[in-house]
Structure formats: structure tokens, C-alpha cells
């Protein structure tokens, strides 16, 4: 069966630093992988995906996310935090032939001044 | 940009009594669905809707649930008699067509309170 592994429930990074959150999925064949944020109060806005050919993928607000196949991992980046970068991020996994998402437990990320 | 938007944002309601939860999916979308998410926990899979039918269905969403596209723009997920664990948030999504790799797109969900 499909999982998705957020293993950071918080993390705290000071404003400037670089950011990543781990992502780690269990699936047989190569999936449709996806990191959303969800700001308080607010739904899920899709970040980036990736589901094939090149695997750093770029999104939305200078986040990107590097799928290792190796590794079953899609963690995703920013060189630069931004104190409007806290939120809650979540790591999605779907796969062929079905239609739903699997999400990650999220990783609260709090940005210091 | 296009929304998906979802109404109430907050719904109360007394143990025992239906609710239903509407959404207006991304107007040229054809693929919807239902995810909650209960207090502290991961976003959960309800059920997908394709074509006026139930595509594919969680454990969770048992004979309580139901939905429907009750016309071209409304898509409504309802709970028959609800209880006190179907407190949590609500999420719609809709997706275009290009196959399930193309990203589904949520609303900002409608926080339902069973007292």
C-alpha cells in the first residue's frame, strides 16, 4: 500500500536561512508525488509536483523539491526563508490507476525574525 | 486564477442531524473529490466523482456518506446522521482532465463541529 513519511512533525529556521523538509513514500512503481501548503485558516495550494522527466522540479514561491528514486524521497527546498513561509507543509503521493492522494502527517515550519 | 470554493466555512451541528457541505469545483473540471482532515491529523482520502458516479470510495466513507452534482456547478458531500468523529475539516478538490497526474485543486475547506 501506498504511505507517505513526514518525519519533522516542527521545524523552526531562523528568516534567510535555507529550509528542507523531508519527504519519504513507499510504492512500487514510480508516483505522482506533490508538496502542498497550508496556511491557518486557509486550504491546500499546490506548491509543485513532479511525475516524470526531470527530477528537481520548481514551484511557486522559490520552493523546489528533488525526487530520489533511490532514496524514495521528494524533499523539498528554499535557499531563503521567509517569515510569510510559515505554514503547514504537506507531501502527497498518488499513483496510476487510482485517483486519490495519500498525504504526510505535515511539518509545521515557524520562522524566527 | 480559478477557485474552488466550499460553503459553509464553519458548520454546527447537533449529533444526529444531516449536514451538507457544498462546493463549486473549477468551472472546465470534470474530477471531483472529498478529503477531511480531523484535528491534529493527515489529510484523509473520502471519495472521488467522475461523471455523475462515485469513481473510487475510502473505508470511511460508509452508507452515512453520500454525494452528488446536483447541478452543472454544485458538487455536495452529505452525512446522513452525523457523529461526534465526523467532526473535522472538509476539503473539496477538483482536477482537469491530462490523467491523474495533473494536480488536484482544494478549496479552503469547511470546519464542521458535531456537539
Known amino acids: 500500500a501506498q504511505s507517505v513519511t513526514q518525519p519533522d512533525i516542527h521545524i523552526t529556521v531562523s528568516e534567510g536561512a535555507s529550509l528542507e523538509l523531508r519527504c519519504n513514500y513507499s510504492?512500487?512503481?514510480?508516483?505522482?508525488l506533490f508538496w502542498y501548503v497550508q496556511s491557518p485558516g486557509q486550504g491546500l495550494q499546490l506548491l509543485l509536483k513532479?511525475?516524470?522527466?526531470?527530477?528537481l522540479v520548481q514551484g511557486i514561491k522559490g520552493f523546489e523539491a528533488e525526487f530520489k528514486r533511490s532514496q524514495s524521497s521528494f524533499n523539498l527546498r528554499k535557499p531563503s526563508v521567509h517569515w510569510s513561509d510559515a505554514a503547514e507543509y504537506f507531501c502527497?503521493?498518488?499513483?496510476?490507476?487510482?485517483?486519490?492522494?495519500?498525504f504526510g502527517t505535515g511539518t509545521r515550519l515557524q520562522v524566527f525574525p | 486564477e480559478p477557485e474552488v470554493t466550499q460553503t459553509p466555512s464553519h458548520q454546527v451541528t447537533q449529533m444526529g442531524q444531516e449536514v451538507i457541505l457544498r462546493c463549486v469545483p473549477i468551472?472546465?473540471?470534470?474530477?471531483f473529490y472529498w478529503y477531511r482532515q480531523i484535528l491534529g491529523q493527515k489529510v484523509e482520502f473520502l471519495v472521488s466523482?467522475?461523471?455523475?458516479?462515485?469513481?473510487?470510495k475510502s473505508e470511511i466513507f460508509d452508507d452515512q456518506f453520500s454525494v452528488e452534482r446536483p447541478d452543472g456547478s454544485n458538487f455536495t458531500l452529505k452525512i446522513r446522521s452525523t457523529k461526534l468523529e465526523d467532526s473535522a475539516m472538509y476539503f473539496c478538490?477538483?482536477?482537469?482532465?491530462?490523467?491523474?497526474?495533473?494536480?488536484?485543486?482544494f478549496g479552503d475547506g469547511t470546519r464542521l463541529s458535531i456537539l
Open positions: 478538490a477538483s482536477r482537469g482532465t491530462g490523467g491523474t497526474s495533473q494536480p488536484q485543486h
Open positions: 510504492y512500487g512503481a514510480t508516483p505522482y
Open positions: 513532479y511525475f516524470s522527466g526531470d527530477t
Open positions: 502527497a503521493v498518488g499513483a496510476r490507476g487510482t485517483d486519490k492522494l495519500i
Open positions: 468551472s472546465n473540471h470534470l474530477y
Open positions: 466523482f467522475y461523471n455523475n458516479e462515485i469513481s473510487e
